[in-house]
């Protein structure tokens, strides 16, 4: 079975430009969720989507982040502009039940100059 | 305040031999979940083992075993006989506040524990 999708997987853009991450998660999941990890600051939650509704979004940064998820097999997580501060690995997880566990995609590294 | 403390930066360990990597979680929910995941150096997240606050039985998947202590809030990761494939980051984590009509929480995650293996 596939995993969950991320792309690109490398992504390296220039301050103020516009960038587009896409996840596509395992097939049934219900859950899907965008987290964000740097070395100063871990592991951290963006938004959350449940049932392709967003849930928690408490961790989106600013207004330059937006997320949406607009059927259960695809999401896109959107930064504009970018800073060079936004220069992360993005995850993607998705998850199958309630309270469970998620699966992570293999990941985007974006790199803002 | 959900939270989830990992005090080992770095553990090292010989093969085949056990290690234990530390987790605490502070909560006030009733239902909660707590999870382990493994990021080796090419970057994945990795799912290992999973425990709920209602579990009776320690969590166990092959070589890995969850500690659970309640009364202590702990969630230990035991790895019985290292290999040298375990050398990696491990995170705890915890969502919280699933229940009937409820989805809970998203993950919160523990700053990491770097386990090095040698032969």
């Known amino acids: 079975d596939a995993g969950v999708i991320q792309s690109p997987r490398h992504e390296v853009t220039e301050m103020g430009q516009e960038v587009t991450l896409r996840c596509k998660p395992i097939s049934g999941h219900n859950s899907l969720f965008w987290y964000r990890q740097t070395m100063m600051r871990g592991l951290e939650l963006l938004i959350y989507f449940n049932n392709n509704v967003p849930i928690d979004d408490s961790g989106m940064p600013e207004d330059r982040f937006s997320a949406k998820m607009p059927n259960a097999s695809f999401s896109t997580l959107k930064i504009q502009p970018s800073e060079p501060r936004d220069s992360a690995v993005y995850f993607c997880?998705?998850?199958?039940?309630?309270?469970?566990?998620?699966?992570f995609g293999p990941g985007t590294r974006l790199t803002v100059t | 305040a959900q939270k989830i403390t990992q005090t080992q930066p770095g553990m090292f360990v010989q093969e085949k031999e056990a290690v234990t990597l530390d987790c605490t979680y502070d909560t006030s929910d009733p239902s909660y979940g707590l999870f382990w995941y493994k990021q080796p150096s090419s970057g994945e997240m990795i799912f290992l083992i999973y425990?709920?606050?209602?579990?009776?039985q320690n969590a166990t998947e092959g070589r890995y075993s969850l500690n659970f202590q309640k009364a202590r809030k702990s969630a230990n990761l035991v790895i019985s006989a290292s290999q040298l494939g375990d050398s990696a980051m491990y995170f705890c984590a915890m969502n919280t506040g699933w229940r009937a009509n409820q989805a809970g929480t998203a993950l919160i995650f523990g700053k990491g524990t770097t386990l090095s293996v040698s032969s």
């Open positions: 425990q709920g606050s209602y579990d009776q």
């Open positions: 997880a998705s998850r199958y039940r309630d309270g469970g566990e998620q699966y």
